[in-house]
């Protein structure tokens, strides 16, 4: 083993993320201008770092094997990552870089594609370790106080982290490394030598305080050979993606994350006074949610702040004392609107941009041009956009959105909306944009060169596979997204299948679908002639086996089908005409069997009552037969739920209807009555509050028998109201 040249090697022990270590990684490149500097990432990477001036952090290096870009890495950076400092800082002084761990073109094909730094590699957390020696029960706040918080100026810190790393790996000792560790570390020294003989008198390294050891001396190169020879290797292809502080934070399970992105952002960014700006911003946030707080509220804030700080031994206030401060005076304790405010924050979600020049596949290229024409610019915050299919633009945007779902990047998820509208020109969409949209862009790829045809061949491809159900929501989501060659081959597919296919719940699934995609062929200028044909084909099928499908059926599969009947139902009256003619026919005659589920018959009454098929006589005498001492009261509850499920209004409206359920139910012996109330209190709590208070009033007040008791007038209490409108009235008052 040889020491290194500490003269003209420099080695910069950081942690990954934090504003102390990137601020003393600038300062020490200042103080030692480096004829280069290697930092620990992808040699891969090399190649994408012309394009470091023009990213706006957070970014991410992205290294994905082109066979599987599924199989990918990723080197996250926000403004106060020490690495990124260093890039920013070379790019700025025209210093040559290079990364130095070990490639992702053996990372990814040895099935290591985990890029979570040192922290998550060991088996005791070395901050752990030196937090407990100072006295911490905290690695977290120890590491804040002694090193994020540091500001500008003092002496570095890197010698004294470089000798409590040898001490922490020398306790650590008997646990051995894993193999990827050294691997990772021989090729940093394999590195670190080349440049070393390229003739660099200042070299400046930035890598995991926890490799800093291992660097110090340099053991033969035949070592480090030989333990990195023969390993696998595949072809990958690196570039720069946006990143989000959300994705920074170790909460979203990212090992190497920090707890507080925004907190570390602010504190990094903000020259001076961090603690006071940060608890003004919170004020502001609180006005702008109408809470009053004043300056005097900031003031007194800070002041608890430094009292805290003081008495927990901190060296300045942290975030644990901006939180009890925010809470105790800005909210004035009331501690979930301080959260609110206080989370939103400590994350401070921003989305990284990268330039255009950057390397990209066809298919990212298309959807940025696509993103840039129709003004959808992507966002870390949820955003609603409204559209108005009737527009040319925003019809282009929905198609779209649709298009990426279909690829499986859901960037916009329909949501309902907040506008009551009975016509299909207008959609609600929830945007948000995740950085690993990125590679499931990359990844889709697969399918081609463009959104459209990436789309259209991912949908003739699922076709192949897809059951009736699945085809028929397959081929509407192929209208919404304006597919016309995969809609094409999709309603090919769904003739064959819909002729193949003899299961009733199937075909009834499958009807909605086609429905509502027979129903969008005005708005989508789709032809719908064939939807329709096939729909009322589907039908035909439905009614012609739907007394036999609901004979004999389980509980279970009772309600699945009293579910699958409602949806057709929907889906009939999309259709209208002799489908909506021939569906209720269908319903009329399997209304009276006996051999049916109680919940189904119940659901089909309901269905025939409410389209004017049954008299309320007929529904009256079909229910007193229902709750006849003969029917088992299971089967009576059951009936009574599949009709009024979800709906109360009509028990309120029909009092004759509720006075029936109402007998039959004071008519039951205990042990039956115990039976059917788990079901009965699932059907009435499934009404509005108001529903079921309506009920009781007409229960109460004896409106079953046909009449409201009169009621007692308090004529003292009525005095002063009478007095008030015989004023009104001009009237003579008497005591």
């Known amino acids: 083993m040889a020491p290194i040249d500490t003269e003209r090697v420099h080695l910069l022990g950081i942690r990954h993320h934090g504003p102390g270590s990137a601020r003393a990684v600038r300062a020490e490149l200042r103080r030692l201008r480096p004829d280069v500097i290697l930092i620990e990432g992808p040699p891969e990477a090399d190649a994408l770092l012309e394009h470091v001036p023009g990213l706006e952090p957070p970014v991410a290096l992205l290294a994905y094997d082109q066979a599987a870009p599924s199989r990918a890495a990723i080197w996250p950076f926000a403004v106060f990552s020490p690495e990124w400092q260093a890039l920013r800082y070379a790019a700025a002084h025209g210093i040559p870089v290079r990364f130095c761990d070990l490639p992702a073109a053996h990372t990814l094909a040895l099935d290591e594609p985990d890029t979570d730094h040192e922290e998550s590699r060991v088996r005791v957390d070395p901050l752990s370790v030196l937090a407990e020696a100072a006295g911490y029960d905290d690695a977290e706040r120890w590491w804040d106080d002694v090193i994020e918080q540091r500001r500008d100026g003092g002496p570095s810190p890197f010698p004294a982290i470089a000798e409590a790393m040898v001490a922490v790996r020398a306790e650590l000792a008997p646990d051995p490394e894993t193999e990827r560790e050294a691997r990772r570390e021989a090729h940093m020294r394999k590195v670190l030598r080349a440049t070393l003989r390229a003739g660099y008198e200042r070299i400046a390294v930035v890598c995991g305080a926890w490799h800093v050891p291992a660097l110090l001396d340099l053991p033969p190169a035949t070592a480090d050979t030989r333990l990195l020879r023969g390993l696998a290797k595949t072809k990958v292809a690196a570039t720069w993606i946006p990143w989000t502080h959300g994705r920074l934070a170790a909460a979203t399970g990212y090992r190497a994350g920090v707890r507080s992105p925004g907190w570390y952002h602010h504190l990094f960014t903000v020259p001076d006074r961090p603690v006071e700006r940060w608890l003004t911003e919170a004020a502001r946030q609180l006005r702008d949610n109408d809470q009053p707080v004043s300056s005097s509220h900031v003031i007194e804030a800070v002041r608890l702040c430094e009292a805290l700080a003081a008495l927990r031994g901190r060296p300045l206030p942290g975030l644990e004392e901006i939180a009890d401060a925010t809470s105790a005076v800005l909210c004035e304790g009331a501690e979930l609107r301080a959260r609110l405010v206080h989370d939103a924050m400590v994350v401070g979600e921003r989305l990284g941009t990268v330039p255009p020049t950057t390397p990209t596949v066809p298919l990212q290229r298309d959807l940025a041009l696509h993103q840039k024409r129709l003004r959808l610019k992507p966002e870390a915050l949820e955003r609603e956009l409204v559209l108005d299919l009737r527009e040319e633009r925003d019809r282009?945007?929905?198609?779209?959105?649709?298009?990426?779902?279909?690829?499986?990047?859901?960037?916009?998820?329909?949501?309902?909306?907040?506008?009551?509208?009975?016509?299909?020109?207008?959609?609600?969409?929830?945007?948000?944009?995740?950085?690993?949209?990125?590679?499931?862009?990359?990844?889709?790829?697969?399918?081609?060169?463009?959104?459209?045809?990436?789309?259209?061949?991912?949908?003739?491809?699922?076709?192949?596979?897809?059951?009736?159900?699945?085809?028929?929501?397959?081929?509407?989501?192929?209208?919404?997204?304006?597919?016309?060659?995969?809609?094409?081959?999709?309603?090919?597919?769904?003739?064959?299948?819909?002729?193949?296919?003899?299961?009733?719940?199937?075909?009834?699934?499958?009807?909605?679908?086609?429905?509502?995609?027979?129903?969008?062929?005005?708005?989508?200028?789709?032809?719908?002639?064939?939807?329709?044909?096939?729909?009322?084909?589907?039908?035909?099928?439905?009614?012609?086996?739907?007394?036999?499908?609901?004979?004999?059926?389980?509980?279970?599969?009772?309600?699945?089908?009293?579910?699958?009947?409602?949806?057709?139902?929907?889906?009939?009256?999309?259709?209208?005409?002799?489908?909506?003619?021939?569906?209720?026919?269908?319903?009329?005659?399997?209304?009276?069997?006996?051999?049916?589920?109680?919940r189904i018959s119940g659901r089909i009454h309901r269905i025939l009552y409410d389209s004017g098929r049954l008299t309320a006589d007929t529904l009256h005498q079909r229910l007193s037969q229902i709750s006849s001492p003969g029917t088992p009261p299971d089967r009576t509850a059951a009936w009574i739920e599949g009709f009024v499920a979800n709906n109360g209004l009509l028990l309120v409206h029909d009092t004759a209807l509720l006075t029936l359920i109402d007998r039959w139910l004071t008519s039951l012996n205990e042990s039956a009555f115990i039976t059917v109330l788990p079901l009965l209190r699932r059907t009435f709590g499934s009404f509005q509050p108001a529903e079921r208070r309506a009920i009781a009033q007409h229960v109460i007040h004896g409106s079953l028998d046909g009449h409201t008791p009169d009621q007692p007038v308090d004529t003292q209490q009525a005095a002063p109201a009478v007095a008030t409108v015989a004023t009104l009235l001009g009237l003579p008052t008497h005591p």
């Open 396 to 598: 282009e945007r929905s198609a779209l959105l649709h298009r990426l779902n279909l690829l499986g990047i859901p960037w916009g998820t329909r949501t309902r909306d907040s506008v009551r509208s009975r016509g299909t020109f207008r959609e609600t969409w929830t945007l948000r944009w995740e950085p690993e949209y990125d590679i499931a862009v990359i990844e889709a790829s697969r399918w081609g060169t463009t959104v459209t045809a990436a789309a259209t061949a991912c949908v003739h491809d699922r076709a192949q596979h897809a059951d009736l159900p699945t085809l028929t929501s397959l081929l509407e989501d192929s209208l919404l997204a304006d597919l016309p060659e995969a809609v094409t081959g999709t309603v090919a597919q769904l003739a064959q299948r819909a002729a193949e296919d003899t299961d009733i719940q199937r075909l009834m699934r499958a009807l909605p679908p086609l429905a509502r995609s027979a129903r969008y062929g005005n708005v989508r200028r789709f032809d719908a002639k064939a939807l329709r044909t096939i729909a009322t084909e589907l039908l035909s099928r439905i009614c012609a086996g739907l007394a036999l499908a609901v004979t004999g059926l389980s509980d279970d599969a009772a309600t699945a089908v009293t579910t699958d009947i409602d949806t057709t139902h929907t889906a009939v009256i999309l259709l209208g005409g002799d489908a909506e003619t021939e569906w209720l026919d269908t319903l009329e005659a399997v209304a009276p069997r006996e051999n049916i589920p109680g």
